[in-house]
T-cell receptor, first 116, second 116 residues
């Protein structure tokens, strides 16, 4: 079965650079969630989208922005990167209409971002 | 506010021992879901179980079992006859609904080390 795809899997950037993370949800899933997991931390919710509209927002820095496109894939854009942005970024998808539980989120493998 | 507490930061056991990971949650919602995820050293989040607030039946899956008690707001996870491959960080999570978003609130995780 198709899973959530995240690209790239690893990314190394320097301070003040920009990074773009991509997430391709499971086909027919209409909701995307982004989480950030710092070293030794639990995953923290950043932002979510339902049907291409932002549905909820967590502690996402103003330097970060995200959107969901017409094909339901999502991109997380991070500018003016800081050392503290080094983390594992997870994308998860779910669906209200695909017959699966709306509460169940399917996680991608994550993108490991290292800022030097 | 929603909150998940995993008081055990790290647990170390010898192979074949039974081990219980504790999870206590706080929520004002009457309908909610609880989850357990496993995060092995490779970093991906592996879904283990989802339990809704109306179903207090305990569940067993192989060596894994879960005890959900609404009266004490607890959702504990027991591994029977632990194996070295069970070594990982385990997260308990609670879903929080807002509009069409069902973000997950994670506990801080319990690192389980199973020694041969």
């Amino acid at each position: 079965a198709a899973g959530v795809i995240q690209s790239p899997r690893h990314l190394i950037k320097e301070k003040r650079e920009t990074a773009t993370l991509k997430c391709y949800p499971i086909p027919r899933h209409d909701t995307v969630y982004w989480y950030q997991q710092g070293p030794g931390q639990d995953p923290q919710f950043l932002i979510s989208f339902y049907e291409k509209m932002q549905s909820d927002k967590g502690s996402i820095p103003d330097r970060f922005s995200a959107q969901q496109f017409s094909d339901y894939h999502s991109e997380l854009n991070m500018s003016s990167l800081e050392l503290g942005d080094s983390a594992l970024y997870f994308c998860a998808s779910s669906s209200i209409t695909a017959g699966t539980s709306i509460y169940e989120q399917y996680f991608g493998p994550g993108t490991r971002l290292t800022v030097t | 506010a929603q909150k998940v507490t995993q008081a055990q930061t790290e647990i170390s056991v010898v192979e074949k021992e039974d081990v219980t990971l504790d999870c206590v949650y706080e929520t004002r919602d009457t309908t909610y879901y609880l989850f357990w995820y496993k995060q092995p050293p490779s970093g991906e989040l592996v879904f283990l179980i989802r339990r809704n607030s109306f179903d207090e039946q305990n569940e067993i899956s192989g060596r894994y079992s879960w005890n959900f008690q609404k009266s004490t707001s607890s959702f504990n996870f027991t591994i029977t006859a632990s194996q070295v491959v069970d070594s990982a960080v385990y997260f308990c999570a609670l879903s929080e609904e807002k509009d069409s978003s069902y973000k997950l609130i994670f506990g801080s995780g319990t690192r389980l080390l199973v020694r041969p």
